[in-house]
Structure formats: structure tokens, C-alpha cells
């Protein structure tokens, strides 16, 4: 997060990180998506903080796209931080012999994925900064192709395109490795 | 080929362009429409090819969308740690919204315990936060039904963790669903549970997730008992400042459990003790039903909300009436006459108007106790509980005033409105078991002991508060007489002795007037005041109103009552405090031989701790220690290693082995009770400036003297800012620093200091002979250092008269400063007249049952000296 820092800052990232975690709880236990979805959660963690930012509609698109980013950031920063231990990091580590160690290795995968997303992410910002921002708004933020054209004042056919192919070419990027 | 560097916008543009129109062909047709694509760059081409093959594919992170992303950074990816310390880890035993729990172990000595570690630390410092204050909560609480901390500590990376008390069993609702627990055993665990959310209650520490998956069952070994255990205190709230809206930050850093959640909490207004009675009342509706009051599954959280909000639940009869859901079966049979109490009870608990809900957990408790003996509730319409509630309306915008009236005045209203319904001279007996009302109030507010100005004001307000609305319980004088002693003796403990003056001199003038004189409750006011007088430093008039106390009780009770016995422990700390040590210790040591009985464990623990203090007094150090040793081993049990009462003790056992000569034991100990009192009270506390203090003092006899300035110097600093320049801590921590700058050499300091500290101590409102005679004292042993033997003499002299006013003649401060002179003569060529002195307090140290080894060697080679030039003169 750059520019906006706010005293709230932390207490977003601190919710949202919460909102995060919930939301992976439920996916390990396999009913993601049942009441929660990212957007609801977004709005929650809004109205938690809505005390304490402005109210107007300026302002709830604002703290939305602080949001995405913040879940962007809270992700990426903790790929980064398990891929560190994957390499050895500064802990020491223990492979329990326990049945989750099937998913201790997979969690790497799924970091690497992550980082790597981020990377690529931040070459198609550079080649299109709005199509980065539907990027961190749609896939990050979890809003939908809707909602995200709201928040980038734009039509949902532009959003749309934009999308699917960022979409494409992240994919295909993440497939060319490194 | 690398595509990478060299796309730029114009490229991206045409790809993208290139790839809407392919999509828009069938798929049949695209492979021509790339072979006609022969102007293209490859660059271009390439990406082109690559992204529409994957297009249709389902394949990357992209697809499988926020949830999966977060689930595989987030979620299943604890960092395994394998050790933390001396610990080994051997398994997770479960991942909370903060951190994960460890199951370790150590080897020698073997100990199984639990390890939370904050979960990825480095991503917002609130959480960071927010875990210490989970451990800094548990620090301050110590009860059976709590997992106890025993210590925290960082890894090398920083991320904090602390160790606990491991808790192997199985959740509430599962450990009665798998023993079929009837409704005895079930609400047996529910007060269990309540008695341990009330201790929390006790130290303002208020839950705030109360719910069946944070309370565990174990089976005590031996007896195979079900007990229970509360995790998880990660959003806990201290409540400790009335005036601080924390409704919107802190307060909801992490989401509560909605099922559970009061409407005060799911609409964001102030919380209190209350926020916990209504979890309890789910969980005990959960527990008599074998379901939850509210069908919240097919709700989104919005909606979930609005039905908390607006719904009104099901009486627990009604709805156990629906059949069990998920094992665990109803309570008791539909139409069973005890389901009308339990309704009330369950429905009064978790009623959403915070007026008609029960404002304590301890009245909670108390219907609880009620249904049990079959008495009517307070819960039941019309009730003492509704009346109570209007009285409180007012406050319940307050959070302090909440757990504070609800807890206290609440808890003493009830109780004297059931009492009303029996004999009134039963309950004039059992008016006393009150008494833990009493001592939860002082323990609330221990905390606040000479506290920094910040803290001290939030008590004062609440304070004042307190007594305005104990004013209005004027028409029930009992009540009222014990609320007024109840404040006095806090804003003793508190140090404002003016109020507390006022407060207990009502309180005796009431209970004088109503019960009379010979009364065991005007007794305690008596002992009350006595032991008020006593920190005013009036110890005549502290002595005649402990005695007159100790009378009356005396008369009224057996003679090994517990309650004699405090009065014997009160006198007994009395006297001690005015050297007159045999009838003290006498009376302690009585003390102590009954309440290790019969007493109290706290009461028990303070009668020690006095006798240890008076045997200390008197010199009498090994025996000191030994007591000491019982006390710590007693409050280890009672707290923690990590609370300040140990510390305290930490002290004084310290003193007794500074004073044996054993510094580097006694510095030992300083430090680890400098080490906790850090930790809890903080550097600007006078309990920390205390510590700092003789932390100090020993450093100089090690002749560490740099840091014994620095400790002295932050002592000072903090009295002198708290208590003013004139107090007498103030002095005899100049006193402290004179002594460094004596020893190492800057006499011009020294002399200034130990005079300033002088004219301290004789300006007090009664001086203190012996302290005037320390100071005098320590001013000759300059004077000696500066070649002045006269003058030294001379002092020593006075030292010695001013001791003799008040010390016994073979007090070990006495043969002290005999030693002193003794010396100072032998310089002067005074040499018969220095062994006269050098022989008495020879004698006198090596008569002691505990010799201080230091003054005994140097007596012992001081007479030597002097009997060496004598012998060479009476030869010649």
C-alpha cells in the first residue's frame, strides 16, 4: 500500500486478513462460497470500519479498491513468506508425519502460483494500467465483473474483455515459468 | 524466445485485439485464422497462440478464484516449528483466528504443555498487539477453570509465542453429547464454566468469544472429575478506561462468532461484563436444548444479523420439543416442571434488553445456586433481578460502571434481598461469606496500587462514582455500611488516605450506632480503620483499634476461629511495624497455625507474609527466609511466577538474603521480580521504582556501581514525581545514592545527599528514630571515609541514641553502628574504649541465630586490630 496510509490502514489489513483466513477456513473444510463470498466479506469489513471513514459514495469506492489491494498484498506477502520457508528460511522446520503434510506441500505450489501471478501482474499493469487494476479488483478483491466496472467508471462489456484477456495472458505466463 | 522484455503497449494492444476477434470465430476456425496472421510480429504471435490455449482451459490460479488462493496461503500452511526453546513440538493441536497451538514437550523435568504462536506476525502490527494482550490477560489470570501462561517469549525472528498449560479433552457440547451427561452434570460444567468467565470478570478482563469450541472437558486423574477449561482469550477485552469508545477499532479487529454474539456486539455498541452472560445463556441454551436458539444456517451474515437483532428465541422447552439435532439430546422430558426455571434462567441470560438481562455472572450464579436448592428465582417475572436492572439503567452506557456496580452492587444486592427470606441471625453469619465480594473488589483493584497519574485517574472517577452510588443504598444502612468499607479500604490500598478516612470512620460510626460496639462486623471496621491508621503512620491508635477488634472477636468467636485469627493477623502486622516484636510474632505465628487450616489460601498467604516481614524486622533473617521459601512455593500456587505477588515476595526474600550478606542472591532475586514487575506495572510505577531501589542497593555492595546509580537515579526519579520530594521513600532512596557516591569516592555528593535525606526524615510528620539513626549513621561512616573521626564519633553517638529509643539493645542495627564506633575510636587512639564497643557488638552479632556475615568479619577483625595495639602496649 503506498500513498493512502491512513491510521485505519492496519485495522483493514488486520480485518481483512481475519476475512481472509475465514474464507480459507472454509475452503479446507469444503463449503467455500456457502454464506461467505469475498464481496460480502468486503462489505463487512466495511461496515466494521464505516465509523470511521467519511461517508459518501466516493469514499466506498475508495475503501473497495483499498481493499483489493490490501487482499492482494495480505496474499501475496504470505506466498512470499511460505515460499521463504520452502527454501529454508529462517525457521527451523518440522515435517510432521501426520496426514496434512499432503497439503504442507501443495500450500507451496499454490504460493509460487501466487508470487508468480503477482509478477506477471505487475508487467501487465505496466502495459495497461487498467487492465492491471481489473486484475487486482476481480481475481484480489473478489468484486465481480459488475462491481468492478463500477469501481473503474467503466461498462461491463469493457471489464469483460478486459478481463478475459488478462486473463489468457496471465495464464498463459504463469504456464512459461520464471 | 523471450516474450517478456519486449512487449510493449502497442503490441499488447494488437494481441489483444487479435484475441477478441479469434474468440469471436467458432472454434473451428481459428487455426486458419492464425495461419493468414503472416505480417505479424512473432512476439505477438506467440502470446497470441499461447493465451487462446489456454483460454479454454480451467487450469491456473486465476480459475480456481480468491478462496482457493487464500486457502493455499493461508489456511493447512502453518509454519511447523520444531522447537521453541526447551520445547519440542509434536503436534498442531489447532489453528485459531491469531495462531496456531503446538502440543510440545520437555524432557527433564518432563512437562507436556501448549505453545500458541502468532501466526504470520509480519502482516499487521494490530495483530501483533493483539496477541500480547491475550498473554498479558492470562498473565493476570489464575484459576482452575482458566488454561494457565506459564511464560512468553519471542523466536528469533521475532514472532511471539507464549506457553501454556496443555488441555487435552473434548468440547463442551461433545463431551456431553458422548457421555450423555444429564442435567445435573451439565449444568454442573455450565457453572464451572461461569465461575471461570467470573474470575476474568474479577480482573476486568472480559471474554468477548465465549462459545462451546473454546471451552474444553478434561477428567482430573484421580478422581476422574469433569473440569473445565476456557481457551482462547485472543479477543479479549480489559476493561479499564471509561472513556475510551471502543466500539470502532480494536474492538472488531476480529470477527466474533455471530451465533453467540450479543446485540450489543453485532451492532458495535460498548460491551461489558453483560456481552459475556449472554454467550453463557446460548451456551446453556445449547446445553438444556441440544440446539442453538437461532437457525442461522441458511442465512447470509446480514441476514444472520437481523434475526439476532429482531428474533425472539424459542423458550428452551419449546424448542426442545423439536428433537435433537446433531446428538445431543434435551435435558429433560417435555413438560417436566423444572424446564419453567430453566427457561427463565436461559432466556433472562441471553435477553437482548441489556436492563433485563442479568447484569453480573455472579447473579447469573446465584439463580443458578437457586434453582438447585429450589428457591425462587430472581429471573422470574417481577423479580429482584428487573427492579435491579432499573436501578442500573443508568449506567449501562458506562462500561466500567457496568462491571463494576453489576458485579459488586449487584452481587451484594442480591444477596441481601435473598438473604431478607431467612432468619436474620443466619444470615448475619452467612453476611460474612460476603466477604469474597469484599476481597474480589480489593483484588479488582490491587492493580491501581500507587499507580501513574493516567491509570490512577481512570480509578478515581470510578471510584468517586462508586461511592455516589453506594450513597444511594441509603435505605438499607447494611448494605450500605459494607459497600462504604468495601471503597474505604480500596482507596487505602490506593493510597488516598483522606477518603478512605472518611469512608471508614462512616462505615464504624453506622455499625456503632446500629449493632453496637461488641459486634463482629464493627470489629472489622475497627480492624479496618486500625490498619488505615496504621498507613497514616499513627501506629499508637492503629495498635488500640487492632487490639479492641481482636477483642471483640475474641469474645465472639472460639479462639482458632479464621476470623480471630485475622484479627490476631492484623495486630500482629501492627506491632510488628511498631518493633514490638514478641507480642507480633507471637500473635502471627498463631495466625499463621490456624489459617494454614481452617484459612482462606489468600488470607493464609497474608498472615506469612506479615510474620516472614516481622522476623525480618527483628533480624531474625534465616527464619525470614524460611517462611518466605512456604509463601512463595503458596503463591506460586495462588498466582503465577509471573504475578506481582510473587515478586513481592521475590523482595522480601531478597532482603533476607542482602541482609545475611548473600548479595548476589539477593541481586538474583531483584532481578526477577524487576522482570516481572516491568512486565506487569510498567517503568513509571511505584512498585517498579521500589524494586529499581534495592536492586540498586546490592548492585553497590557488589560494587556494580554504575548500575546501582542508574537503578537508584530512575527510583528517585519516579518518587519523587509520584510522592513528592518530602516522602520518606524519597530519602531513603537519596540515601541509597549517597551511599554509591560515598563509595566511590565523591564525598561532596555524599555528604549532600545523606543530609538532604536528614532533614527528610526529621520533617516527617512523626520521624522515625531509627530511620533518623540510619541516616546519622551513614553520615559517620563518611566522615570516616574523610579522615573526620571526630566527627564520625560523633555521629555514631547520635545514631546510637536516636536507635535506642526504639530498638531492643541487641538489635542488629545497634550492634551495627557500635561497630562503627568502635572503629572510628580505634582511630582516634581511643583504643579501650573501641574494644568495649568492638567486644558488645561482636557479641551481639555473633549471638544472633543467623549472624550477618559481613559485620561479623569486620567486627572480628576490628577487635582484632584493637587488640593487637593493646596487647603491644600493655607488654611495653
Same mark, same amino acid.
Given at each position: 500500500?503506498?500513498?493512502?496510509?491512513?491510521?485505519d490502514?492496519? %485495522?483493514?489489513?488486520?480485518?481483512?486478513y481475519?476475512?481472509?483466513?475465514?474464507?480459507?477456513?472454509?475452503?479446507?473444510?469444503?463449503?467455500?462460497?456457502q454464506?461467505?463470498?469475498p464481496?460480502?466479506?468486503?462489505?463487512?469489513v466495511?461496515?466494521?470500519?464505516?465509523?470511521?471513514l467519511?461517508k459518501?459514495p466516493?469514499?466506498?469506492?475508495?475503501?473497495k479498491r483499498m481493499?483489493?489491494?490490501a487482499?492482494r498484498?495480505?496474499?501475496?506477502?504470505?506466498?512470499r513468506?511460505? *515460499?521463504a520457508?520452502k527454501?529454508?528460511?529462517?525457521? $527451523?522446520i518440522l515435517s510432521?508425519s501426520?496426514?496434512?503434510s499432503g497439503?504442507w506441500d501443495r500450500?507451496?505450489?499454490?504460493a509460487?502460483?501466487?508470487?508468480?501471478?503477482?509478477?506477471?501482474?505487475?508487467?501487465l499493469?505496466?502495459?495497461d494500467p487498467q487492465?492491471g487494476?481489473?486484475?487486482?479488483?476481480?481475481f484480489?478483491?473478489g468484486f465481480?465483473?459488475?462491481?468492478?466496472?463500477d469501481?473503474?467508471?467503466t461498462s461491463r462489456?469493457?471489464?469483460?474483455r478486459?478481463w478475459r484477456?488478462?486473463r489468457?495472458?496471465?495464464?498463459?505466463q504463469?504456464?512459461?515459468?520464471p | 524466445?523471450?516474450?517478456?522484455g519486449?512487449?510493449?503497449a502497442a503490441?499488447?494492444? /494488437?494481441i489483444?485485439s487479435?484475441?477478441?476477434?479469434a474468440?469471436?470465430?467458432p472454434?473451428d476456425?481459428r487455426?486458419?485464422?492464425?495461419?493468414?496472421l503472416t505480417?505479424e510480429?512473432?512476439?505477438?504471435?506467440?502470446?497470441?497462440r499461447g493465451?487462446?490455449?489456454?483460454?479454454?482451459?480451467? !487450469?491456473?490460479?486465476m480459475?480456481?478464484g480468491?478462496?482457493?488462493?487464500a486457502?493455499?496461503?493461508?489456511?493447512g500452511?502453518?509454519?511447523?516449528?520444531?522447537q521453541f526453546? $526447551?520445547y519440542?513440538?509434536?503436534?498442531?493441536?489447532g489453528?485459531g483466528g491469531?495462531?496456531? #497451538?503446538?502440543?510440545?514437550?520437555?524432557?527433564?523435568?518432563?512437562?507436556?504443555?501448549?505453545?500458541k504462536?502468532l501466526?504470520d506476525?509480519?502482516l499487521? $502490527?494490530?495483530?501483533?498487539e493483539?496477541?500480547?494482550?491475550?498473554?498479558?490477560i492470562?498473565?493476570?489470570?489464575? %484459576?482452575p477453570?482458566i488454561?494457565r501462561?506459564y511464560?512468553?517469549n519471542?523466536?528469533?525472528?521475532? &514472532?511471539p509465542?507464549?506457553v501454556?498449560?496443555?488441555v487435552e479433552?473434548?468440547?463442551l457440547v461433545?463431551?456431553c453429547?458422548?457421555t450423555?451427561?444429564?442435567?445435573?452434570?451439565?449444568?454442573d460444567?455450565f /457453572?464451572?464454566v461461569?465461575r471461570g468467565?467470573?474470575?476474568a470478570?474479577r480482573?476486568?478482563?472480559?471474554h468477548r468469544?465465549?462459545?462451546?469450541?473454546?471451552?474444553m472437558v478434561?477428567?482430573?486423574?484421580?478422581?476422574?472429575t469433569?473440569r473445565?477449561?476456557?481457551?482462547d482469550?485472543?479477543?479479549?477485552k480489559?476493561?479499564?478506561?471509561p472513556?475510551?469508545d471502543?466500539?470502532?477499532?480494536?474492538?472488531?479487529?476480529?470477527l466474533?462468532t455471530p451465533?453467540?454474539? *450479543?446485540?450489543?456486539?453485532?451492532?458495535?455498541?460498548?460491551?461489558?461484563?453483560?456481552t459475556?452472560?449472554?454467550s453463557?445463556?446460548?451456551?446453556?441454551y445449547?446445553?438444556?436444548?441440544?440446539?442453538? =436458539?437461532?437457525?442461522?444456517?441458511?442465512l447470509?451474515?446480514?441476514q444472520?444479523e437481523?434475526?439476532?437483532?429482531?428474533?425472539e428465541?424459542?423458550?428452551?422447552?419449546?424448542r426442545?420439543?423439536?428433537?435433537?439435532e446433531g446428538g445431543?439430546? =434435551?435435558?429433560?422430558?417435555p413438560?417436566?416442571q423444572?424446564?419453567?426455571?430453566l427457561?427463565?434462567?436461559?432466556?433472562?441470560?441471553? +435477553?437482548?434488553?441489556?436492563k433485563?438481562?442479568?447484569?453480573?455472572?455472579?447473579?447469573?450464579?446465584?439463580?443458578l445456586?437457586r434453582?438447585f436448592? +429450589?428457591?425462587p428465582l430472581?429471573a422470574?417475572?417481577d423479580?429482584?433481578?428487573?427492579?435491579?436492572?432499573?436501578?442500573?439503567k443508568?449506567?449501562?452506557r458506562?462500561?466500567?460502571?457496568?462491571?463494576?456496580?453489576?458485579?459488586? @452492587? !449487584?452481587?451484594?444486592?442480591a444477596?441481601?434481598?435473598?438473604r431478607?427470606r431467612?432468619?436474620?441471625?443466619?444470615?448475619?453469619a452467612?453476611a460474612?461469606k460476603?466477604?469474597r465480594?469484599?476481597?474480589?473488589?480489593l483484588?479488582?483493584f490491587?492493580d491501581?496500587?500507587?499507580?501513574g497519574?493516567e491509570?490512577s485517574?481512570t480509578?478515581a472517577?470510578l471510584?468517586?462514582?462508586?461511592?455516589a452510588?453506594a450513597?444511594?443504598?441509603?435505605?438499607?444502612?447494611?448494605i450500605?455500611?459494607?459497600?462504604?468499607q468495601t471503597?474505604?479500604?480500596?482507596?487505602?490500598?490506593?493510597?488516598?488516605?483522606?477518603?478512605?478516612?472518611?469512608?471508614? !470512620?462512616?462505615?464504624l460510626?453506622?455499625?456503632?450506632?446500629r449493632l453496637?460496639v461488641d459486634?463482629?462486623?464493627?470489629a472489622?471496621s475497627l &480492624?479496618?480503620?486500625?490498619?488505615?491508621?496504621q498507613?497514616?503512620?499513627?501506629?499508637?491508635?492503629?495498635e488500640d483499634? &487492632?487490639r479492641q477488634?481482636?477483642?471483640?472477636?475474641r469474645?465472639?468467636? *472460639?479462639?482458632?476461629?479464621p476470623?480471630?485469627a485475622e484479627?490476631?493477623?492484623?495486630?500482629g502486622?501492627?506491632?510488628a511495624?511498631?518493633?514490638k516484636?514478641?507480642?507480633?510474632?507471637g500473635?502471627?505465628?498463631?495466625?499463621?497455625?490456624?489459617?494454614?487450616r481452617?484459612?482462606?489460601r =489468600?488470607?493464609y498467604a497474608?498472615?506469612?507474609?506479615r510474620?516472614a516481614?516481622?522476623?525480618?524486622?527483628?533480624g531474625e533473617?534465616a527464619l525470614?527466609?524460611?517462611?518466605n521459601?512456604?509463601?512463595?512455593a503458596l503463591n506460586?500456587s495462588?498466582?503465577?511466577?509471573?504475578?506481582?505477588?510473587y515478586?513481592?515476595?521475590l523482595?522480601?526474600?531478597?532482603w533476607?538474603h542482602?541482609?545475611?550478606?548473600?548479595?548476589?542472591k539477593?541481586?538474583?532475586?531483584?532481578?526477577q521480580?524487576?522482570?516481572i514487575?516491568?512486565h506487569?506495572?510498567?517503568?513509571?510505577h511505584?512498585?517498579?521504582?521500589?524494586?529499581?531501589?534495592l536492586?540498586g542497593?546490592?548492585?553497590e555492595h557488589l560494587?556494580?556501581?554504575?548500575?546501582?546509580?542508574? %537503578?537508584?537515579?530512575?527510583?528517585?526519579?519516579?518518587?519523587?514525581?509520584?510522592?513528592?520530594?518530602h516522602?520518606?521513600r524519597?530519602?531513603?532512596?537519596?540515601?541509597g545514592?549517597a551511599? #554509591?557516591?560515598?563509595?566511590r569516592g565523591?564525598?561532596?555528593?555524599?555528604?549532600?545527599?545523606?543530609?538532604?535525606?536528614?532533614?527528610?526524615?526529621?520533617?516527617?510528620?512523626?520521624?522515625?528514630?531509627?530511620?533518623?539513626?540510619t541516616?546519622l *549513621?551513614?553520615?559517620?561512616?563518611?566522615?570516616?571515609?574523610?579522615?573526620?573521626y571526630g566527627?564520625?564519633?560523633r +555521629?555514631?553517638?547520635?545514631?546510637l541514641?536516636?536507635?535506642?529509643k526504639?530498638?531492643?539493645p541487641?538489635?542488629?542495627?545497634?550492634?551495627?553502628v /557500635?561497630?562503627k564506633l568502635?572503629?572510628?575510636?580505634m582511630h582516634?587512639a581511643?583504643?579501650?574504649?573501641?574494644?568495649r564497643?568492638?567486644?558488645?557488638?561482636?557479641?551481639?552479632l555473633a549471638?544472633?541465630?543467623? =549472624?550477618?556475615?559481613f559485620w561479623?568479619?569486620?567486627?572480628g577483625?576490628?577487635?582484632?586490630d584493637v @587488640?593487637?595495639? @593493646?596487647?603491644?602496649a600493655?607488654?611495653?
Amino acid at each position: 500500500m503506498t500513498g493512502e496510509a491512513t491510521p485505519d490502514l492496519d %485495522h483493514l489489513f488486520s480485518m481483512t486478513y481475519e476475512h481472509l483466513r475465514r474464507l480459507a477456513a472454509n475452503v479446507k473444510k469444503g463449503d467455500a462460497g456457502q454464506t461467505l463470498n469475498p464481496t460480502a466479506l468486503v462489505n463487512e469489513v466495511y461496515a466494521r470500519l464505516a465509523g470511521t471513514l467519511e461517508k459518501s459514495p466516493e469514499s466506498v469506492l475508495h475503501f473497495k479498491r483499498m481493499a483489493a489491494r490490501a487482499m492482494r498484498q495480505i496474499l501475496v506477502d504470505a506466498a512470499r513468506h511460505r *515460499s521463504a520457508q520452502k527454501r529454508g528460511g529462517d525457521q $527451523p522446520i518440522l515435517s510432521f508425519s501426520d496426514r496434512e503434510s499432503g497439503g504442507w506441500d501443495r500450500s507451496f505450489a499454490g504460493a509460487d502460483d501466487l508470487l508468480a501471478l503477482d509478477q506477471a501482474l505487475v508487467r501487465l499493469n505496466s502495459l495497461d494500467p487498467q487492465q492491471g487494476k481489473v486484475v487486482e479488483f476481480h481475481f484480489f478483491g473478489g468484486f465481480t465483473i459488475a462491481e468492478t466496472a463500477d469501481m473503474l467508471g467503466t461498462s461491463r462489456s469493457t471489464v469483460d474483455r478486459q478481463w478475459r484477456a488478462a486473463r489468457a495472458w496471465l495464464t498463459f505466463q504463469l504456464g512459461q515459468g520464471p | 524466445m523471450n516474450e517478456k522484455g519486449t512487449l510493449d503497449a502497442a503490441a499488447w494492444a /494488437r494481441i489483444q485485439s487479435l484475441f477478441h476477434e479469434a474468440l469471436s470465430l467458432p472454434e473451428d476456425e481459428r487455426a486458419a485464422f492464425l495461419e493468414r496472421l503472416t505480417e505479424e510480429a512473432p512476439l505477438v504471435l506467440a502470446n497470441l497462440r499461447g493465451m487462446l490455449a489456454v483460454d479454454a482451459g480451467e !487450469a491456473s490460479v486465476m480459475d480456481r478464484g480468491l478462496a482457493a488462493a487464500a486457502g493455499s496461503v493461508l489456511e493447512g500452511t502453518a509454519p511447523r516449528i520444531a522447537q521453541f526453546g $526447551p520445547y519440542r513440538t509434536e503436534s498442531i493441536l489447532g489453528r485459531g483466528g491469531m495462531g496456531v #497451538v503446538y502440543r510440545a514437550v520437555r524432557r527433564d523435568p518432563d512437562a507436556r504443555v501448549a505453545i500458541k504462536v502468532l501466526r504470520d506476525p509480519f502482516l499487521s $502490527p494490530a495483530r501483533q498487539e493483539r496477541f500480547q494482550r491475550e498473554q498479558q490477560i492470562l498473565t493476570r489470570l489464575n %484459576h482452575p477453570a482458566i488454561a494457565r501462561l506459564y511464560e512468553a517469549n519471542t523466536l528469533e525472528d521475532g &514472532t511471539p509465542y507464549f506457553v501454556m498449560e496443555l488441555v487435552e479433552g473434548t468440547t463442551l457440547v461433545d463431551h456431553c453429547r458422548a457421555t450423555g451427561a444429564d442435567l445435573y452434570e451439565r449444568l454442573d460444567l455450565f /457453572r464451572q464454566v461461569c465461575r471461570g468467565v467470573l474470575e476474568a470478570h474479577r480482573h476486568a478482563v472480559i471474554h468477548r468469544d465465549l462459545k462451546p469450541s473454546n471451552i474444553m472437558v478434561t477428567r482430573e486423574e484421580a478422581s476422574g472429575t469433569a473440569r473445565i477449561k476456557l481457551l482462547d482469550f485472543g479477543i479479549a477485552k480489559e476493561l479499564r478506561d471509561p472513556t475510551t469508545d471502543v466500539t470502532q477499532t480494536e474492538a472488531e479487529l476480529r470477527l466474533m462468532t455471530p451465533a453467540y454474539a *450479543s446485540p450489543e456486539q453485532i451492532r458495535g455498541e460498548q460491551i461489558g461484563v453483560a456481552t459475556d452472560v449472554y454467550s453463557l445463556g446460548v451456551i446453556l441454551y445449547e446445553l438444556l436444548t441440544g440446539r442453538m =436458539p437461532f437457525d442461522l444456517s441458511r442465512l447470509s451474515p446480514g441476514q444472520a444479523e437481523a434475526c439476532l437483532l429482531t428474533a425472539e428465541p424459542e423458550k428452551p422447552s419449546i424448542r426442545a420439543l423439536r428433537g435433537e439435532e446433531g446428538g445431543l439430546k =434435551p435435558v429433560l422430558v417435555p413438560g417436566n416442571q423444572d424446564w419453567q426455571d430453566l427457561d427463565a434462567i436461559c432466556l433472562t441470560a441471553m +435477553h437482548r434488553d441489556l436492563k433485563r438481562r442479568y447484569a453480573s455472572v455472579e447473579v447469573l450464579l446465584q439463580d443458578l445456586d437457586r434453582f438447585f436448592q +429450589h428457591e425462587p428465582l430472581m429471573a422470574r417475572p417481577d423479580s429482584t433481578s428487573y427492579r435491579l436492572g432499573k436501578f442500573l439503567k443508568r449506567h449501562t452506557r458506562d462500561v466500567v460502571a457496568v462491571a463494576l456496580v453489576a458485579i459488586v @452492587l !449487584a452481587g451484594l444486592t442480591a444477596f441481601y434481598t435473598w438473604r431478607l427470606r431467612l432468619a436474620r441471625d443466619a444470615a448475619l453469619a452467612e453476611a460474612h461469606k460476603s466477604a469474597r465480594i469484599h476481597r474480589f473488589m480489593l483484588d479488582l483493584f490491587e492493580d491501581g496500587e500507587g499507580a501513574g497519574p493516567e491509570r490512577s485517574l481512570t480509578v478515581a472517577e470510578l471510584m468517586d462514582r462508586s461511592v455516589a452510588k453506594a450513597d444511594a443504598f441509603d435505605a438499607d444502612p447494611e448494605i450500605q455500611s459494607s459497600l462504604y468499607q468495601t471503597l474505604g479500604e480500596i482507596y487505602r490500598s490506593l493510597g488516598k488516605l483522606e477518603q478512605a478516612e472518611q469512608l471508614i !470512620a462512616r462505615t464504624l460510626a453506622m455499625r456503632k450506632a446500629r449493632l453496637g460496639v461488641d459486634h463482629p462486623d464493627t470489629a472489622s471496621s475497627l &480492624t479496618s480503620l486500625g490498619l488505615l491508621r496504621q498507613a497514616q503512620d499513627k501506629p499508637g491508635e492503629a495498635e488500640d483499634l &487492632t487490639r479492641q477488634a481482636l477483642e471483640v472477636l475474641r469474645r465472639h468467636f *472460639s479462639k482458632d476461629h479464621p476470623r480471630v485469627a485475622e484479627g490476631m493477623s492484623a495486630l500482629g502486622f501492627v506491632l510488628a511495624d511498631a518493633r514490638k516484636f514478641e507480642e507480633a510474632i507471637g500473635l502471627l505465628e498463631g495466625a499463621v497455625a490456624v489459617l494454614a487450616r481452617k484459612g482462606e489460601r =489468600p488470607v493464609y498467604a497474608l498472615a506469612l507474609e506479615r510474620l516472614a516481614n516481622a522476623r525480618a524486622l527483628n533480624g531474625e533473617y534465616a527464619l525470614s527466609e524460611a517462611i518466605n521459601e512456604r509463601l512463595l512455593a503458596l503463591n506460586e500456587s495462588l498466582f503465577t511466577t509471573k504475578h506481582p505477588n510473587y515478586a513481592d515476595t521475590l523482595i522480601n526474600q531478597a532482603w533476607n538474603h542482602r541482609m545475611q550478606g548473600h548479595f548476589d542472591k539477593a541481586e538474583r532475586l531483584y532481578r526477577q521480580a524487576l522482570e516481572i514487575n516491568l512486565h506487569y506495572h510498567g517503568d513509571q510505577h511505584l512498585v517498579t521504582a521500589s524494586n529499581r531501589a534495592l536492586l540498586g542497593g546490592v548492585l553497590e555492595h557488589l560494587k556494580k556501581y554504575d548500575e546501582a546509580t542508574l %537503578h537508584l537515579g530512575k527510583a528517585l526519579a519516579i518518587r519523587k514525581r509520584l510522592l513528592g520530594p518530602h516522602h520518606s521513600r524519597v530519602a531513603v532512596t537519596l540515601n541509597g545514592l549517597a551511599n #554509591v557516591a560515598l563509595n566511590r569516592g565523591d564525598y561532596a555528593t555524599a555528604e549532600a545527599m545523606y543530609k538532604e535525606t536528614l532533614v527528610v526524615y526529621r520533617g516527617a510528620e512523626r520521624p522515625r528514630p531509627d530511620w533518623i539513626g540510619t541516616g546519622l *549513621s551513614n553520615l559517620g561512616s563518611l566522615y570516616y571515609r574523610q579522615g573526620k573521626y571526630g566527627l564520625a564519633e560523633r +555521629h555514631a553517638r547520635e545514631a546510637l541514641a536516636s536507635y535506642a529509643k526504639v530498638l531492643p539493645p541487641d538489635h542488629l542495627e545497634i550492634a551495627i553502628v /557500635r561497630t562503627k564506633l568502635g572503629v572510628f575510636l580505634m582511630h582516634q587512639a581511643c583504643y579501650v574504649e573501641a574494644r568495649r564497643e568492638l567486644i558488645h557488638a561482636y557479641e551481639t552479632l555473633a549471638g544472633k541465630p543467623d =549472624p550477618n556475615a559481613f559485620w561479623l568479619a569486620f567486627a572480628g577483625s576490628s577487635l582484632d586490630d584493637v @587488640l593487637a595495639v @593493646l596487647e603491644v602496649a600493655e607488654s611495653q
